[in-house]
């Protein structure tokens, strides 16, 4: 009897020794991407001339720190009456221009110059409407017991139209994006609403009375709109066992000097509301 427990205790020990063994996972690796984050928002009221681009280098999966990117050469041109827009290194990541002039349905082109190679872009700034109203309730969500914010804007007659929504609490370190578009709403009041359910795993708690959410209602080209639509599919989706497998997404970033090493990221030109709800 006192060999059989102590087999027993053996094999126990053999188990659980067994699962403390580390598994080193061979994640591909690749040459580091020019990472190019040019976000062009002109907050409704406002001049819009002041404008930040970000440069930063691609980094192993693994890897906890940003590299980012100083003596690079960035500018804006208006496509039709060439005037250019520097932008100024603060040897930091982050390019600035105080002088950006944004003019609605005009098109630009980004150039960026990094280590002998030039990178393009071009976009079109798209206006957007102003918001009409915003209310709470239970009624619009997946919960019909937890609180959430409705958006109602009036899209314009007679022409495609393209959203994103950007949600966030106050507090909550990361942002929710949506994206929309008005192709079987054309003309008509529009809405959308934001929802938190409680989740413990992640330790998020519905909305309460006293909440801060900030808003902000982009208006956005069709191609960044495709874009933006496959890129927070993906995200979205992680976790997601019959979610179809992710890949690089390209934007709209062109190396003309070498194009198989193409930037990531996207210039994108817009026309923003922002605005904040308190719940009840």
Known sequence: MKTYFRSIIVLVTLVFTSCTDVVDVDVPTA??????EASIDWEKGTLGNEQTIKL???TPYFETTTSIVIGASVKITNDTDNTEFVFTDQNNGDYTTTSFIPVLNQSYTLEVVYE???YTANETLKSVVDIA??????EGGFNSDALEVNVYFNDPVDEENFYLFRFQEEGDLLPELEDSSDEFT???LMTNFYEKEEDEDINQEEFEAGDVVFINLYGISEQYYNYISLLLEQYYSVGDPFSSTPVALRGNCI???HPDNYGLGYFRLTEVVKT???FQ
């Open 31 to 36: 040459a580091p991407k020019l990472v190019i």
């Open 56 to 58: 930063s280098k691609s």
């Open 116 to 118: 002998g190679e030039t």
């Open 133 to 138: 109203e915003i209310t709470q309730s239970t």
């Open 186 to 188: 054309n003309g008509n």
């Open 255 to 257: 190396n003309t000097t």
């Open 276 to 278: 904040s709800y308190t």
